[in-house]
């Protein structure tokens, strides 16, 4: 074998060893979401947008790489990354010790928690008033986790915080929980609903496949960057006013 020979063969070992099952593209940033989540992440028209995905943005252009957004359900977001069908998994997503067994999480980028939403005719005292009631989350989330590990019983999964509002309204759940800013912007211009204060203390960081030293530290650096400069802040600002103009639509 001459030496460009190895060092083609070489080489393909050693691509073959870091691509693991799904190959990994070095052109661009996969962002995967889950485009329900205003102001973190909703769709404008065809676009998917909000404050998740600036972050994710930032990174790209921080690596100098190209930049691409999908949306899938929220329990497929994290495999995703685990996959390598994404490189960047970005969704409001609550740093949990379960989760951080299979991907690593950036430093947190936001400081948050679940609320309850309820019907200002029944009143919201606390949260034992929510035992043995019918509770409607969005599957896959820290609102499921509550129902499931507090209240140890069964929720009414739905595929997002509005449709949960949704089933509410309807009757067919009492109450919702979902994280606070889905969750304003699911009662807003609802004279009948009313949200509670937190009832757990949570912090959003971007989850990223294990074993990849140099994306976790860009994206750690660019969050530290969009704190210090103040973008995430005119970010936070303008997606949360966008999210609930689309509301009054
Ligand atoms: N923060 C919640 C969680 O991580 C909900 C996120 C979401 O629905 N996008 O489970």
Redesign the pocket.
């Known amino acids: 074998m001459n030496t460009k020979r190895l060092t083609i063969a070489v080489s393909a070992l050693a691509a073959a060893l870091m691509c693991g099952c799904a190959r990994q593209d070095d052109s661009r940033v996969k962002m995967i979401t ?1 485009a329900t ?1 205003p102001p973190y992440e909703f769709m404008r028209g065809k676009d998917i947008v909000g404050i998740d995905v600036e972050i994710c943005r930032a990174v790209a252009q921080k690596l100098g790489r190209e930049f691409s957004c999908e949306t899938v359900d ?1 329990d497929s977001v994290i495999p995703a990354v685990i996959s390598g069908k994404a490189d960047l998994a970005a ?4 740093v949990t010790e379960d989760r951080r067994k299979n991907v690593d999480f950036s430093v947190p980028y936001v400081k948050t928690g679940i609320v309850v939403v309820y019907k200002k005719k029944d009143g919201f005292a606390g949260p034992d008033q929510l035992k043995g009631r019918k509770i409607g989350v ?1 599957g ?3 609102s499921e986790t509550y129902v499931l590990e507090q209240l140890k019983q069964e929720p009414d999964r739905s595929r997002s915080p509005a449709e949960a509002v949704a089933a509410l309204k309807s009757g067919r759940v009492d109450f919702v929980i979902a ?1 606070i800013d889905p969750a304003k912007n699911c009662v807003k211009g609802e004279a009948d609903l009313a949200i509670s204060d937190f009832i757990t203390s ?1 912090e ?1 960081a971007v989850a990223i496949k294990k074993g990849r030293p140099e994306l976790l530290k860009a994206v750690n650096e660019t969050i530290a960057e969009i704190k210090a400069d103040g973008r995430l802040a005119k970010w936070i600002a303008e997606y949360t006013a966008e999210s609930d103009k689309l509301k009054d639509k």
Do not use: L, N, R
Request: proline share 0%; aromatic share 22%.
């Open positions: 889950e989540f929220f969704a409001g997503i609550t969005q896959g989330t820290t994280d949570e959003y």
